[in-house]
């Protein structure tokens, strides 16, 4: 530091006070001095590091800015879960709802072999409008045997009348009736057949009966009840129910 030298004053306070100022100017370190002038390359604090109002509201904002880019990182997951939930759900209800091939099959048929059953083992009995003196018939006994042995006669052969009609015509009237009652308001088609089997060639026993939207050809999609055989002394009966969608 360049010591500093001042020429001596007349007054001798004065000149007293110069010399301490002086002197403790000389004992400063270098770059110092009692002006506040010192060495220019001695760094000064950055302006940038003290803690102004600028610097809080920049640094504010990128506290927001970093909470509202982490929100809608949280918002998008939650959407992204959202909509794997519902796809799940979807995917679930798409399998739980749809009716497998061999399921819908062996509904069918059961409900085929059950509807028969119940048709052909039917007591007719005189609230029906048939009048027996001894006995109730089954559709599958009497009433089928006598159809099967008087197909081609007089209505005066027949042994059972019901309604003002033959066996025949009354059993095609009755399991119509029953079909429509049960398959029909179920949305279901079908197809009933009773056939006489005389040689190598069976024969309608009644015209086979068909529902409102049609029968079960076999070129359709069709289950079948099992067979039910009677045999009568005119040959063996088998009927037959098909049902389709």
Known sequence: MKRLKIKRNRNPEVGNLVARLLDVHNKLPRGMSLTGNGNPRLKQPKPSLLPTARNARVSMKSKTRACTKKAQMEMIGLVIIVILI??????????????????????????????????MKTTIINEQGCHFVD???????????D??????LDDSYFHYNCRGMNSCDFMEQFIAERLNETLKVWGKRYEFNSRLIQGSTPVDLIPPIYSARGGCPPTKDRDTSSPYPLNTPSGMVESILYICD
Do not use: D, V
Not at 135 to 145: K, T, V
Not at 147 to 152: E, K, S
């Open 86 to 119: 519902t796809l799940g759900i979807l995917f679930m209800a798409q399998f739980a709802l749809k009716e497998t091939p061999t399921k819908k099959i062996f509904t069918r048929k059961g409900l085929a072999a059950s509807t028969m059953s119940t048709i």
């Open 135 to 145: 006995e109730a018939p089954q559709l599958e006994g009497r009433i089928l045997e």
């Open 147 to 152: 159809c099967a042995a008087n197909r081609n």
